[in-house]
């Protein structure tokens, strides 16, 4: 099992974030659904903890067959999807990815939002004996490298200037101050398949990191379009916008499956 610790910090408070990091997921699954790819949303309502308290349970279907090296394609089905359980008790949250297909395959992701600048060192209560176990990367949403396909420079956090806040861009030494928050997340890739373990985990991590990079970047670049929503006004949007991704991700498969269809009689 490969474990990172990603602390990635953010010019706002954890309380602002709340609503950000809604509208965020439910904007970015929308853009990333297309031809086939994308986030499904198969249940999402509330949920409750005897530890945590009440949250929101959600469950997604992340389809990706298309976006996968062809290494892991190569055995993979043509309509193939990661299952995504999320149990959401913010400021804490806890996230699992499974596959039927890879049954050997787990991910799980355990965050916890503070307001500080990646300082606390066990925030995620790692044991003791596990903590040399664990790789902690600080993820920078301004200066760090991003993958240039997903490259717009009005999402840039060096360029980015909000009109509503005042904050930004962000300059050298930005997590020096306020507001500022992080958030903790606690990776843990299992893929316990001799010969490819070992492989395949470093390449979950580095897209987990990616994928890191570029939502958080987005939340603070779209701040003057969620900051001032409420919970409700958030809830709301996330709906109308997972209905739309679930179209566009249905429509697409559908489209697909027929096409290959059609030409499996042709042949």
């Known amino acids: ?45 509330e949920c409750e903890d005897p530890e945590h308290g009440k949250g929101q349970y959600t469950e997604k279907r992340i389809h990706l067959s298309s976006r996968l090296p062809y290494w892991i394609q190569a055995f993979c089905p043509k309509v193939f999807y990661i299952v ?31 307001d500080n600048a990646g300082t606390s060192e066990n925030c995620l209560n790692v044991p ?4 040399s176990e ?5 993820v920078d949403i301004a200066f760090d490298e991003l993958n240039p396909k ?15 806040t005042g904050r930004g861009p962000l300059v050298e030494g930005w997590m020096h101050d306020t507001p500022i928050m992080c958030s903790y997340k606690l990776v843990q890739v299992s893929f316990e398949v ?12 580095r897209c987990v990191r990616d994928v890191l990079l570029l939502g ?7 701040i003057d379009e969620w900051h001032g ?25 559908q489209e697909q499956q027929a096409e290959e269809s059609k030409q499996a009689c042709v042949d």
Not at 22 to 34: F, G, K, N, P, V
Not at 87 to 114: A, D, G, Q, R, V
Not at 150 to 164: A, G, L, M, Q
Not at 229 to 253: C, F, G, P, S
């Open 194 to 205: 001799w010969g490819l373990q070992t492989k395949v985990e470093d390449f979950i991590q």
């Open 84 to 114: 995504e359980r999320g149990w959401n008790y913010y400021p804490f949250t806890i996230t699992e990815y499974t596959c039927s297909f890879i049954p050997k395959l787990h991910i799980t992701i355990l965050t916890k939002f503070e």
């Open 150 to 164: 997903h490259y717009k420079k009005e999402e840039d956090p060096k360029f980015f200037k909000s009109n509503i």
């Open 229 to 253: 929503m409420t919970i409700k006004d958030v809830r709301d949007y996330e709906h109308r916008k997972q209905l739309e991704a679930n179209d566009k991700v249905l429509t697409a498969t």
């Open 216 to 222: 958080h970047r987005q939340a603070f670049a779209w």
């Open 1 to 45: 099992m490969l474990t990172k610790e990603y602390r990635i910090c953010m010019p706002l408070t954890v309380e602002e974030y709340k609503i950000g990091q809604l509208y965020m997921i439910a904007r970015h699954s929308l853009e990333q659904s297309d031809a086939g790819n994308g986030v499904e949303v198969v249940e999402n309502k």
């Open 134 to 138: 664990r790789a902690v990367d600080f």
């Open 128 to 131: 003791e004996d596990k903590l």
